[in-house]
Structures are given as structure tokens and as C-alpha cells.
């Protein structure tokens, strides 16, 4: 049974910043894209980040781009988000998500075949 597990979400202050991880077991981690994305109370769930399966390309929401930065090692079935200058409306719940690497279109989230249970990001002001 495929499984993506999320890490590294807590409390930080405004300005601060958190490193996320999405460990995935039960795939063939090379044969999937993987996406960040995060819904706040109320919002409907948004994507952030992708990356290709190599690694070589990237995508970004414009609300988080030049703050976060997605990556992956393959080696450890690991997708990671490094978010940085955290403000109060990052906060959400982070989830990541794997499509499989022929879907071209990574901020569209029904190109996502498997799902985390997500993990909880909230920023104080």
C-alpha cells in the first residue's frame, strides 16, 4: 500500500522557517512527480510546488516563489519544501502528493494519484 508521510510542521514565528518532508514507501518514487499543498480553515486546497521526477524542473505558486523551495533525493524516497519568511497566512495544513511522471501539469491537482494525511504549519505573527 503506497504511503506518503509528512514531517516537520509546527509553530514558528513570523520570519521564521520550517523544512517540511514527505516520505514515501510502497512506490517506485522515480516513476512519480511529487507536488506540495496546503489548505488553510475555510479555503479549498492549493497547490504550491512540483518537481519532475528528476529533479530538473520545478514549479511554484506565485504566493510562495522565491520563499520556498521543493526538492527530492531519490536515493531516500524523500521529497522535501524548504519554506522560508514565513508569514501568518502560510498557515495550513501541508500536504504532499505523487502524479505519475507522465502527467505534465503539476499545479493541477487532479494529476495526483497518491496523498498524505498532511501535516500542520501554523505561523504567529
Known amino acids: 500500500q503506497v504511503q506518503l508521510v509528512e514531517s516537520g510542521g509546527g509553530l514558528v514565528q513570523a520570519g521564521g522557517s520550517l523544512r517540511l518532508s514527505c516520505a514515501a514507501s510502497a512506490i517506485t518514487f522515480t516513476s512519480y512527480s511529487m507536488g506540495w499543498f496546503r489548505q488553510a480553515p475555510g479555503k479549498e486546497r492549493e497547490f504550491i510546488a512540483g518537481i519532475t521526477w528528476t529533479g530538473s524542473s520545478t514549479v511554484y505558486a506565485e504566493s510562495v516563489k522565491g520563499r520556498f523551495t521543493i526538492s527530492r533525493d531519490n536515493a531516500k524516497n524523500t521529497a522535501y519544501l524548504q519554506m522560508n519568511s514565513l508569514g501568518p497566512e502560510d498557515t495550513a495544513v501541508y500536504y504532499c502528493?505523487?502524479?505519475?511522471?507522465?502527467?505534465?501539469?503539476?499545479?493541477?491537482?487532479?494529476?495526483?494519484?497518491?496523498w498524505g494525511k498532511g501535516t500542520h504549519v501554523t505561523v504567529s505573527s
Open positions: 502528493a505523487a502524479a505519475p511522471r507522465n502527467r505534465p501539469i503539476l499545479s493541477y491537482i487532479r494529476s495526483y494519484d497518491y
